[in-house]
Nanobody, 121 residues
Framework: QVQLVESGGGLVQTGGSLRLFCVSS?????MGWFRQAPGKEREFVAT????????YYADPVKGRFTISRDNVKNIVYLQMNSLKPEDTAVYYC?????????????????WGQGTQVTVSS
């Protein structure tokens, strides 16, 4: 059973940056980040395949967020730049056994507890 632990969330002003970390207790296939804003359903943010060669992003974050991973340290990162108030949410790390990156939540086997990101206007 893989366990995921996120960190790096916090309070930042509009236009600021944060870097989220997700540490895995073991090897995983593809990994992703999702987020859930108050009163809304959880949504896809970004995903990366096992090798790191393929990444996909939700339209609202394209050009501002970057997902990357270090398979030696079992860490996946989410660099978030030019943050906006609408980025405020709990951010969740997720992992799949398969090496193929997918954007649907149902495809992921393991989930972290989430880290809060708050962007003030």
């Amino acid at each position: 059973q893989v366990q995921l632990v996120e960190s790096g969330g916090g309070l930042v002003q509009t236009g600021g940056s944060l870097r989220l970390f997700c540490v895995s207790s073991g090897r995983t296939g593809s990994m992703g980040w999702f987020r859930q804003a108050p009163g809304k359903e959880r949504e896809f943010v970004a995903t990366i395949n096992w090798s790191g060669g393929n990444t996909y992003y939700a339209d609202p974050v394209k050009g501002r967020f970057t997902i990357s991973r270090d398979n030696v340290k079992n860490i996946v990162y989410l660099q978030m730049n030019s943050l906006k108030p609408e980025d405020t949410a709990v951010y969740y790390c997720a992992a799949r056994d398969s090496i193929v990156a997918l954007t649907t939540q149902e495809a992921y086997n393991y989930w972290g507890q989430g880290t809060q990101v708050t962007v003030s206007s």
